[in-house]
């Protein structure tokens, strides 16, 4: 099955009595064959399993649906009316909201007006304190202006699990991904989730064994009042700590590219991390295999991904060339640019002796500096012998401020 076979499929669906494709209209139908090709597509070529393939949940907590253009169907077209700025049209012509002008705020109104055009319109569903509210995105063609001025010189990064490492001609600095308050955070989403699933053996207990697990093939009832109740306390948890994690990356993508004109970056491979461990490692004391578990914990925690997409884009709109250095050519983490040499540490020495002149060095900020200092897959020795006596005073004062959260306590140590 192609993808204009799946269209096809689908436009016949919308002609059918009843049926829920009946409002939509050709180009929207398009959008939806195009997300379901793009699943199916995963599973042809092994990136995800069969298995794992679901419907979209009514529970979900971010809900979008858009448009191919803004030419028919799902529209934003401009208004003439005193007061009004677009009237937004939703799938006919006989459904439209009036959108004021006061509903823009000036930074919305200078990218609209430095925008080429409108491309299409994105409509948003988010569940806020158990109520559903919805967002309209208005996608242009172009580059809107940014907040953020572009730096000048080059900036080197070593992105860790849950850290940040970066250095450029004029700061050093190693930042913490991971909110603030994340172990209480944590241990209220445990309690919900106890409760949740008390709620649910209690009101099926036919879907259970003796020993507690749950019974092949076995179907739950409709949710009660209170477990409705507690999963959206629960969304609501999750939905806030997102958001403080996107606002702590977008503040520090803001940072790193107000002084950059070049971002050289050592890729980290996430989604490695993320599997499981295949190596199988028995605990000599206990006698027993240690947790194959690796740190999808920790991704959690920090999602390092949507920083470096998050980088990447914005980099992008203000011409920043983004660099990514393979950390298995260069080794910047075992690279003493003194010496010359590659020596492997272990991954608990995170302050060592470089010389006997520069001693008490941090590795993660000294990766970030070796980085910066990379072209081609080699490193620039002379750059970096003239450079380094500066980036070891910045480096020393970093190590000398107090740091701003507990966890940072051990790598600065």
Known sequence: MTESELQKHLAQQRRQTGSSY??????????????????????LFYQ?????????????????????VNTEATRLVPSDRKGIAYRLYIHKASTFVDI?????????????????????????????????VYYLQIVCQGFPPSKVTKGEGVVGIDPGISTVAFASPSEVALVDLVPKNITRKEKHLKQLDRKIEWCRRVNNPECYKEDGTIKKGARFKRPSNRQIRLQTRRRKAYRSLSEERKKLQGQLVNRIVSQASIIRVEDLNVKGLQKRSRDIRINPKTNRPYSKKRFGKAIFRAA?????????????QLGID???IS??????????HITQTFEKKPLSTRVYDLSDEYTGVQRDLYSAFLIGHIENGHYQREQLEQD??????????????????????????
């Open 48 to 68: 995800i399993k069969p298995d794992k393939v679901r419907f979209r949940s009514k529970f979900d907590l971010d809900v979008s649906y858009r448009n191919r």
């Open 304 to 316: 390092p991904s949507t920083f470096k997409t998050a980088l990447e884009t914005r980099a992008s």
């Open 327 to 336: 950390p298995t050519e260069v080794k910047p983490s075992q690279y003493n």
């Open 100 to 132: 004021p002008v006061k509903a823009f705020n000036k930074y919305q109104q200078i990218s609209l007006l430095r925008s080429e055009r409108i491309k299409y319109v994105q409509i948003i569903r988010k569940t806020i304190r158990g109520k559903k």
């Open 322 to 324: 983004v660099e990514f």
């Open 388 to 413: 380094f006596p500066d980036f070891y005073e910045q480096m020393k004062a970093f190590l000398q401020q107090t740091p701003k959260t507990n966890r940072l306590a051990w790598y600065l140590t």
């Open 22 to 43: 009946q409002q939509l209209a050709a180009c929207e139908i398009q959008i939806i064959a195009a997300q379901a090709m793009k699943t199916l597509e995963k599973v």
